[in-house]
């Protein structure tokens, strides 16, 4: 039986779908299964996955199903899994020809949850590849080939990781309990912190195993309109919510990259495509995820001194956003001023 299935989850990509599936067909380890999921598309790929399907019956199994969203995908595919561990590929993206073998057997040998290796970044048009080693090199530094402990301080270095699914092999039981939301994005966040929180032992390798696209058109990633931002917003408030049910010692540096999740939220909102009024509403949703984290204020506040690089003004207001006491009337202050300046783009 294969050890590890690769999840590709499919909607308006008949651009890229191709040269993902044939990155995955070249691999050097043939200790695989690809589950391709039609998440509704309109376009042509259904006939692209039969093509695939047809040609390829031992390797790439094909599913379709009724559009809902990256998180559906996620919900569909890891339920229906049935080998020990998964990656996910984006359809736009391709793995390298050594990418399974690396990751598979660094698992194996450290007997990790999650093995994360780097990537290599694309632009559309362009045949430069740019080395990203998956992590914030400005607030740590990792060690290739070294096993990392639930519950030691290294262990917080991990979530400096790029939540993205580029080059991560999970082991298939750690995600199967967590419930994906659909029709929204970032919902690989979701995956990266759920897993990580339950994980006992995570491997890195500073080895590029994931060719990442990053300037596609239609990335929802860069997707700033009224819809797409209260969509985020649930996401990691269900990130919150499931947190809590995960594990009792949820080690603090989680409880400080969801403060810098709110954060970049915030500065999203100030390009937010809507009207006034779905800003305003928009702003009060975020809120609440803000009131949420305060609980976990004393926790965030000693990381966020040792990490923030804002500027003073910035860091007594972000402060006063932890106290339980004083967020509301910081963020209504904020609130009242973000409101004021908003000016909705003229439509076409």
Not at 123 to 141: H, L, P, S
Not at 228 to 246: C, D, H, P, R, Y
Not at 249 to 270: A, C, G, H, T, V
Request: charged letters at 30%.
């Amino acid at each position: 039986m294969a050890q590890v299935t690769i999840i590709v989850p499919i909607y308006k990509v008949e651009k890229y779908l191709r040269d993902c599936f044939d990155s995955l067909l070249k691999q050097s380890s043939d200790d695989f299964t690809v589950l391709a999921v039609n998440d509704g598309s309109p376009d042509g790929c259904d006939e692209i996955i039969k093509e695939y399907v047809s040609a390829h019956r031992n390797k790439i199994q094909g599913i379709k199903k009724e559009n809902g969203g990256y998180g559906s995908v996620l919900q569909l595919a890891i339920k229906e899994c049935r080998t020990p561990y998964f990656l996910v590929c984006d359809p736009d993206d391709t793995l390298q020809p050594k990418a399974v073998e690396t990751l598979l057997r660094l698992a194996k040998v450290s007997r990790a949850d999650i093995t994360i290796g780097a990537k290599l970044i694309m632009k559309e048009g362009q045949d430069i590849r740019e080395y990203d080693a998956a992590y914030n090199k400005a607030y740590t530094r990792l060690k290739t080939n070294t096993v990392y402990n639930s519950g030691t301080q290294d262990f917080n270095d991990l979530f400096f990781i790029d939540p993205s699914p580029h080059a991560k092999l999970y082991r298939t039981d750690l995600a199967r309990d967590i419930n994906f939301p659909e029709h929204v994005s970032y919902t690989d966040n979701m995956l990266f912190y759920l897993s990580l929180l339950k994980a006992e032992k995570v491997i890195y390798t500073d080895e590029p195993l994931a060719d990442y696209l990053v300037n596609r058109t239609g990335n929802t990633m860069t997707d700033i309109s009224y819809p797409a931002m209260n969509g985020q917003i649930m996401v990691f408030k269900s990130i919150l919510i499931q947190a809590e049910n995960t594990r009792s010692n949820i080690p603090d540096m989680f409880w400080y990259r969801m403060f810098e999740s709110f954060k970049f939220m915030l500065y999203q909102m100030k390009r937010m495509d809507g009207t006034k009024a779905q800003y305003e509403e928009t702003m009060n949703y975020l809120e609440t995820y803000l009131e949420k984290l305060t609980s976990y204020g004393k926790a965030i506040k000693p990381l966020y001194k040792k990490y923030s690089k804002s500027a003073i003004v910035e860091r007594l207001r972000d402060e006063a956003m932890m106290s339980p006491k004083r967020y509301a009337s910081t963020f209504e202050g904020l609130k009242i001023r973000l409101v004021a300046e908003f000016k909705e783009k003229a439509k076409a």
